[in-house]
């Protein structure tokens, strides 16, 4: 190990040994080789097993915070000679990576593989404790998406692919009326468990894509209908279109810009759907258009804005 080991397990030098170990479990809990097949993790947790071997020992911990020792546990050249110490009983560094027959230590590993160290404790990366995949058992890793769905597969449910990080896809099926913001749960999607450990799961957080015409509060679903000046007046029956496919509303007569009217049953999952009515003007008025409505107003002409502090 070089360096300082309190930087090696990112503790300051005051820590206690109850910290000190907590800082070790924690870096072996996710840069153990058997977890962590990264180079660097790999050489993050022999610098952090030799800085726990070194530091775990109130003596020696002692003899390297008074100069006596340095990071590796050998005596500064001044007082001993390097093959002195490295011959001398006791020296922890003759060991792999700081935990062989270390009963402290059966208990960290224990966490990681699901069982307490055999012969002497855990032996690190001797081949024969791990000989067996069934001697431990680590639970897959989990894996967590961002969905984005359109609004119409939001609202019926459908089908839909993701990518997943070792570069494979996986079917998903989107249930019906799902919201904007929902976790969906994959239940054993997610990455391969070691040993006997089971698959983790998948996780996917859905956003749904806003739509053109439609709006949704709940599982209530709001439309804008735009209606011609003459079904305004006359009123009738015109095509909606609603989640399900177009139907017939009826106009009544008189109908103004801002009614709203409401379709039962017709919203997501048994919600309603609300329409508001929008007349709209022709792009350009025609001339018989025009001189219908002269006439029309000079008999029949009304204020709407009468009673408001519009109209005075």
Do not use: C
Request: aromatic share 8%; glycine share 14%.
């Amino acid at each position: 190990m070089a360096g300082d080991p309190y930087e090696a397990l990112g503790v300051a030098k005051t820590a206690s040994d109850a910290e000190i170990k907590k800082a070790y479990r924690k870096i072996a809990k996710s840069d153990h080789p058997d977890l962590n097949p990264d180079p660097s993790a790999t050489a993050r947790f022999k610098a952090a097993s030799a800085a726990y071997d070194l530091l775990k020992d109130a003596e020696q911990r002692r003899r390297f915070d008074a100069g006596e020792i340095d990071a590796q546990g050998q005596e500064r050249p001044q007082r001993h000679s390097y093959r002195e110490h490295a011959e001398a009983a006791g020296n922890p560094y003759a060991r792999s990576y700081g935990f062989d027959g270390d009963p402290d230590l059966s208990g960290v590993f224990s966490d990681l593989f699901g069982r307490r160290g055999g012969r002497g404790g855990f032996s690190g990366f001797q081949q024969e404790e791990f000989s067996d995949p069934r001697d431990f058992h680590v639970r897959g890793q989990d894996y967590r998406f961002n969905l984005e769905i359109d609004f119409m597969t939001a609202a019926n449910g459908g089908k839909t692919r993701i990518t997943l990080p070792d570069g494979g896809d996986l079917g998903v099926t989107i249930p019906k009326g799902v919201r904007d913001g929902q976790t969906i749960r994959l239940k054993g999607k997610g990455g391969k468990g070691i040993g006997g450990g089971g698959p983790g799961d998948a996780y996917l957080t859905v956003s749904i894509a806003p739509h053109p015409e439609f709006t949704r509060d709940g599982n209530d679903v709001f439309l804008t209908l735009p209606i011609s000046i003459d079904e305004a007046i006359l009123g009738g029956k015109v095509p909606v279109p609603t989640i399900d496919g177009p139907v017939n509303l009826t106009i009544p007569k008189g109908a103004s810009s801002g009614r709203k009217l409401r379709l039962r049953g017709r919203g997501i999952n048994g919600g309603d759907q609300h329409v508001e009515l929008k007349v709209v003007m022709p792009a350009k008025p025609d001339e018989a258009l025009e001189a219908f409505m002269e006439e029309w107003r000079k008999d029949h002409g009304y204020d709407p804005r009468a009673g408001t502090k519009a109209g005075g």
